[in-house]
């Protein structure tokens, strides 16, 4: 198949419709950094969610999911399906106290959260690494993988000869960008976000993100069935793996096991359960901060807030990833593991790697205009991602940075700088991808980073007690851990993260006991303005368990229902039983259902956020 004239079209009608946004935007995006990075606070619960949705996956995602199935098969996306443990948690615990806050960046947070001189420095510190290195870390992997897209679509040697020459005298056709061909459409793709993101801010950028889900999820499905059919249909997939790889394979299992890919790790069952739950916390954003919150921050309301985490919830688990598993399944059989060419209906196809299966198999299985229908789909992935981390990196540089510097700065200078800081940060994380190699190495090298930012990060929402001091030690504590595990040992993924985690809390725990208490007034503002859930000064032991309790029964009744939903959809689509499905359905449903919306009714203790 080759990019026809009309799959051109397609994709050039998206990216004008995107600049358009931002040149609508521009205006009211300008007048002060609430709307550039806020939106005024003034966006709809449903739109905040399905902002959320699109942003929290790229073009790199169906790419690393088509490697992991390839790896260690369905069962091995349990590198990333914990984060539903940080959603949950979310919708529970976050979603609105992060509305209440009325903070612009969760770096911000610090101010109100803790007392004495090291709050700012702590300030400045999360901003520069959540701002900074791991939004240029994430931006990185997300041009990594557009690049594989872009191999096997865009070929600007025959569009553009004459541009083509130029980059070529630039960059070798060896050079760590992979080619010319790539370094051209990943640059003029980067020049269309950095136009339409810094003219419209958040508001053009939440504008975007619905559109581009539209497109993603409606090509992701168009890959996903015509993939299916290919292989034919449910009987066909099962049969097929069982001739190429054998009766015994586990490529279709959606929880690992230990005669699965589980055998080669160092660490049995029991701790991989334990990596699941360390998995699942911690982060540098396992408290729903980060670009989550900003959409959380900009609804209209802390109920609204809460919305919008309910439906994120349910689009991220139980309805775009079918697709994907899909597409990364039928690939072990179009593309069997372990070739490099392939020979299919008279067309030669080569596989750089197994992420680069899912762009192969656009090219193989989509006709023309559908092929640029998907291919915008992923262009919009990307876009959106990156649209966001660039905006979303941009408030830190403003807010936290700047602003510290320059407190009396006008409006029309922060805006200047936010859009300066959206070129800054596109250009910084161009320079990290040529460091990059796969993308479930970038999404480790994230989380081992956040490791060391997770214990805390959760603990300062529910114990008065911790301080500055506290997040200081554990940082310090968790980095210097992870790299040297990292760096001075073979021990596992897996394990290494539950020793970065451990360090992590002897940190907290060291700097609890030595660091100074916050001061009353610190904490009695912030208990009037959030009123949080846990150990406060204003309950009693008794009263803080039992609000404790509560939540976290209500935490794992959303946690158990998903599961129980995944389960089901799994049987339905990989192994057949309608029965199974139905009966797992109704329970997982009703779950959820009673988790979301009966058990604060029930308990009612004036404990629903």
């Not at 980067?190 to 003219?199: F, T």
């Not at 008065?464 to 030690?473: G, H, M």
């Not at 100074?516 to 406060?536: D, L, Q, R, S, Y």
């Not at 039992?546 to 998903?562: H, N, P, R």
Request: glycine share 8%; proline share 3%.
């Amino acid at each position: 198949m080759q990019f026809q004239l009309i799959d051109f079209w397609v994709i050039l009608a998206y990216l004008v419709f995107v600049l358009l946004i931002g040149f609508f935007c521009r205006k009211i995006a300008a007048k002060n950094k609430e709307e550039y990075f806020l939106a005024g606070r003034n966006i709809p619960w449903w739109l905040a969610g399905i902002s959320i949705v699109a942003t929290s996956f790229a073009a790199d995602t169906p790419l690393a999911i088509c490697g992991i199935i390839a790896n260690r098969g369905l069962s091995g996306n349990w590198l990333w399906l914990p984060w539903m443990g940080v959603h949950a948690a979310m919708i529970v615990f976050f979603a609105a106290a992060w509305r209440k806050t009325g903070v612009l960046t969760d770096a911000q947070f610090i101010s109100i959260r803790y007392s004495g001189n090291r709050k700012e420095a702590l300030r400045l510190l999360r901003a520069g690494v959540s701002g900074i290195l791991l939004n240029c870390i994430i931006l990185a992997w997300v041009f990594r993988a557009m690049l594989k897209i872009s191999n096997i679509f865009f070929n600007w040697e025959k569009w553009l000869p004459d541009l083509f020459d130029i980059f070529k005298w630039i960059l070798p056709a060896s050079g760590e960008l992979g080619s010319p061909n790539e370094a051209i459409s990943l640059i003029f793709i980067i020049i269309i976000i950095a136009i339409y993101s810094s003219m419209g801010g958040i508001r053009g950028v939440i504008i975007t993100d619905f559109i581009q889900f539209i497109l993603t999820l409606v090509g992701g499905v168009w890959l996903a069935m015509s993939a299916w059919n290919y292989v034919g249909g449910q009987r066909g997939l099962s049969q097929s793996l069982d001739r190429i790889y054998g009766e015994g394979h586990h490529f279709l299992d959606l929880f690992p096991s230990q005669a699965g890919w589980l055998s080669t790790l160092e660490i049995g069952s029991l701790l991989f359960a334990i990596y699941i739950l360390v998995q699942s916390i911690s982060a540098i954003d396992s408290d729903g901060g980060g670009y989550i919150m900003q959409r959380l921050a900009a609804t209209r309301s802390a109920k609204d807030a809460r919305k919008a985490s309910i439906l994120f919830f349910i689009f991220q688990y139980l309805i775009r990833i079918w697709p994907w598993f899909i597409v990364g399944v039928a690939a072990i059989i179009i593309l069997p593991i372990g070739q490099d060419v392939y020979t299919i209906e008279g067309s030669i196809l080569v596989l750089g790697d197994r992420e680069s299966a899912y762009p192969v198999l656009m090219d193989l299985l989509l006709p023309p205009g559908i092929l640029g229908l998907v291919l915008a789909g992923l262009l919009a992935a990307f876009m959106s991602t990156v649209d966001t981390h660039i905006n979303w990196g941009a408030s830190y540089i403003v807010n936290d940075w700047f602003l510290k510097i320059f407190p009396s700065a006008s409006d029309k200078a922060q805006i200047r700088v936010a859009r300066s800081a959206v070129i800054l940060f596109l250009l910084i994380a161009l320079i990290i991808s040529l460091y990059i190699g796969t993308i479930e190495k970038g999404w480790r090298a994230v989380a081992t980073i956040g490791a060391a930012f997770g214990t805390p990060t959760l603990l300062r929402w529910f114990w008065w007690r911790l301080n500055a001091e506290a997040e200081f030690a554990a940082i310090t504590a968790g980095i210097l851990a992870g790299g040297i595990l990292a760096f001075f040992t073979d021990i596992s993924y897996e394990f290494r993260l539950i020793l970065t985690t451990s360090s992590s809390f002897l940190g907290v725990m060291a700097g609890v006991y030595w660091g100074k208490p916050i001061e009353a007034a610190t904490i009695k503002h912030f208990i009037e303005k959030v009123h949080p859930i846990g150990f406060w000064p204003d309950r009693s032991l008794a009263q803080s368990l039992k609000e404790l309790s509560v939540k976290l029964f209500q935490l794992l009744i959303i946690c158990f229902g998903l599961i129980l939903l995944l389960t089901a959809f799994h049987r339905l689509i990989f192994i057949g039983g309608f029965a199974f499905f139905l009966l797992f359905f109704i329970a997982g449903g009703l779950l959820l259902y009673l988790a979301l919306a009966k058990i604060p009714k029930f308990f009612n203790q004036g404990l629903t956020p």
